[in-house]
């Protein structure tokens, strides 16, 4: 059992910790799309959602501090799917569909994500013990 958590903590901490990289390896992009959502000082929101998400995702990964990591993963995921992905606020059918499929998927991972709260720590195989 404790090899399959590993497993799923890279897997699950890799896709926050690449998400978070890719944040910064295509900033105006992002950036870009936050702005079309309203959102205030763009490059400044993806930079620090960037930020949340590497090191969220590097703490599970490597089993350090992982309640700050979860908290940092929380904290990216409640405010970025209510107000990037609100389907309920778009007219056109395609969109709202794909703004529809994100908010469900931010949603499981938040769910998964409040789920590392139930393992006691320090983990097994984490580099912090």
């Given at each position: 059992?404790?090899?399959?958590?590993?497993?799923?903590?890279?897997?699950?901490?890799?896709?926050?910790?690449?998400?978070?990289?890719?944040?910064?390896?295509?900033?105006?992009?992002?950036?870009?799309?936050?702005?079309?959502?309203?959102?205030?000082?763009?490059?400044?929101?993806?930079?620090?959602?960037?930020?949340?998400?590497?090191?969220?995702?590097?703490?599970?990964?490597?089993?350090?501090?992982?309640?700050?990591?979860?908290?940092?993963?929380?904290?990216?995921?409640?405010?970025?799917?209510?107000?990037?992905h609100n389907f309920w606020a778009v007219s056109d059918p395609q969109m709202k569909m794909v703004e529809m499929i994100n908010f469900m998927k931010?949603?499981?991972?938040?769910?998964?994500?409040?789920?590392?709260?139930?393992?006691?720590?320090?983990?097994?195989?984490?580099?912090?013990?």
């Amino acid at each position: 059992m404790k090899i399959l958590f590993l497993i799923g903590r890279i897997i699950f901490g890799g896709y926050f910790a690449y998400s978070g990289l890719n944040h910064f390896l295509n900033l105006s992009m992002m950036a870009g799309y936050a702005k079309s959502k309203g959102l205030p000082y763009p490059s400044l929101a993806v930079a620090f959602t960037g930020i949340l998400l590497l090191l969220g995702g590097l703490s599970i990964l490597l089993g350090i501090y992982p309640r700050i990591g979860v908290l940092f993963l929380v904290l990216f995921l409640l405010p970025t799917t209510l107000i990037m992905h609100n389907f309920w606020a778009v007219s056109d059918p395609q969109m709202k569909m794909v703004e529809m499929i994100n908010f469900m998927k931010n949603m499981a991972l938040l769910g998964a994500t409040l789920m590392f709260l139930a393992i006691p720590i320090p983990w097994k195989l984490s580099l912090l013990k």
